[in-house]
């Protein structure tokens, strides 16, 4: 079945800055690829997707890419600020299409 | 803006004690969801459910785990006799269907199995 591998699983950078974090994915029949931000004891929320016929995607300072050929995709978050500290969680749809197979998630801390 | 809602938003129970999570996903959406989510670790997929049938479920959804949409509005999870290695966060999810991919989950419940 579908793997969802995700890395760094913790990062800290400085208000400002730039913050990636990368996923790689198992099954290449995966069409579908959504990032959720989770703040401690909250629901995830989906902050942006892409589509396996699109490479790129961007919204105002969060942009997500897309390789298929090679099986990964990245969150880029630019111009980091303290309200942007929680876990990240990347998704790729499974085989079947129906469920999201989930990373372990990255948690990012802003420091200003 | 329309949301999924969960209640309880916290159950304790005892070791084999039967559980019911109730969701109720937005209005007009056709499919619905439940993950769980172990403290500190990842979300993980239990069961998908469309037309008021299971259309996937995972290896963690055994024969102790049912979800049953009784009425128009809710949908529920039960898990017959919990084990202490149920204890986690419950989280339900829906999603319009057709080209409409994203999947919108509820607060989540978090059930304590002692």
């Known amino acids: 079945g579908e793997n969802v591998e995700q890395h760094p699983s913790t990062l800290s950078v400085q208000e400002g800055d730039s913050a990636v974090i990368k996923c790689t994915y198992s099954?290449?029949?995966?069409?579908?690829f959504p990032w959720y931000k989770q703040e401690l004891g909250k629901r995830p929320q989906l902050i942006i997707d892409?589509?396996?016929?699109?490479g790129e995607k961007k919204d105002q300072r969060i942009a997500v890419t897309l390789n298929k050929t090679a099986k990964h995709f990245s969150l880029h978050i630019t111009e980091t600020q303290p309200e942007d500290s929680a876990v990240y969680f990347c998704a790729a749809t499974n085989q079947a299409g129906t469920a999201l197979i989930f990373g372990k998630g990255t948690t990012l801390s802003v420091s200003s | 803006e329309p949301e999924v809602t969960q209640t309880p938003s916290h159950q304790v129970t005892q070791m084999g004690q039967e559980v019911i999570l109730r969701c109720v996903p937005i209005s007009n959406h056709l499919y619905f969801y439940w993950y769980r989510q172990i403290l500190g670790q990842k979300v993980e997929f239990l069961v998908s459910?469309?037309?008021?049938?299971?259309?996937?479920k995972s290896e963690i959804f055994d024969d102790q785990f049912s979800v049953e949409r009784p009425d128009g509005s809710n949908f529920t999870l039960k898990i017959r006799s919990t084990k202490l290695e149920d204890s986690a966060m419950y989280f339900c999810?829906?999603?319009?269907?057709?080209?409409?991919?994203?999947?919108?989950f509820g607060p989540g419940t978090r059930l304590l199995v002692l």
């Open positions: 999810a829906s999603r319009l269907g057709g080209y409409q991919e994203t999947q919108y």
């Open positions: 892409i589509r396996s016929n699109v």
């Open positions: 459910f469309y037309n008021n049938e299971i259309s996937e």
């Open positions: 099954d290449s029949a995966s069409n579908y």
